[in-house]
């Protein structure tokens, strides 16, 4: 989860996060190198009385700065594309979970089951036992076995939501009248904590999204 001592990134916990993560990195780098070389050049014009004539207008320098970035943002878009098909990806998942956006809290169906939802709100400040998280922890949580592909349908009951989970690389929007659609495989145990990512009301801070993964032979 986010500390306040975080600067970059949450750890991953699935494969989906990791590439993301991966991506982010690969972007950063070029980012800086652009930087690095941009404030060279202008540190250089500002500092630097001399001048390069046939530098100023000629058809050589002008195809090499067209065509640079133009490499540069290949370089950007290719990976991007491909981790934007991952991310669109379900193969044969083992359980279907539908999330259900309300004004404020979460309800969650287990389609494979009968007769399995419930609704998920968050614990009031004043209830919270000391080893729990202020604003983050709910009654019921959604508790997952990990290493299952797992199909996550969202929804809403009334106006828009985004059911977020920045250390699984998931945030899909719930619409009203509209079925989204993920893919969710989480690679450890663990507690994975979220919020409504979208500005969904007044009280749109107060609806946590809390995850349990487990061992599949105890789910």
């Not at 036992?129 to 983050?136: D, E, T, V």
């Not at 719930?174 to 979208?198: D, H, K, V």
Request: proline share 5%; charged share 15%.
């Amino acid at each position: 989860m986010s500390t306040w001592k975080t600067l970059m990134l949450q750890d991953s916990a699935s494969p989906l996060m990791e590439q993301l993560m991966f991506f982010h990195d690969h972007t950063m780098m070029i980012l800086i190198i652009i930087t690095i070389l941009i404030s060279q050049m202008l540190i250089s014009m500002i500092f630097n009385k001399f001048i390069h004539r046939y530098l100023l207008d000629g058809q050589l320098i002008e195809m090499i700065w067209t065509i640079l970035p133009a490499i540069t943002l290949i370089l950007i878009a290719l990976p991007s594309l491909r981790l934007l098909y991952i991310m669109d990806e379900l193969n044969n998942p083992m359980i279907s979970i539908k999330s259900i956006g309300h004004q404020w809290y979460w309800s969650y169906e287990y389609s494979d089951y009968k007769n399995l939802n419930f609704d998920s709100y968050m614990i009031p400040t004043s209830e919270l036992k000391p080893f729990n998280f202020r604003l983050l922890e709910v009654d019921n949580q959604m508790i997952v076995p990990f290493k299952t592909h797992i199909r996550l349908i969202v929804t809403s009951a009334d106006v828009i939501h985004s059911w977020t989970i920045p250390s699984l690389g998931i945030k899909i929007d719930g619409t009203p009248g509209r079925l989204n659609q993920a893919n969710m495989y989480i690679n450890r145990t663990g507690i994975f904590y979220g919020q409504c990512s979208e500005i969904c009301g007044a009280n749109h801070s107060f609806m946590p999204i809390m995850i349990e993964s487990i061992s599949p032979s105890f789910f």
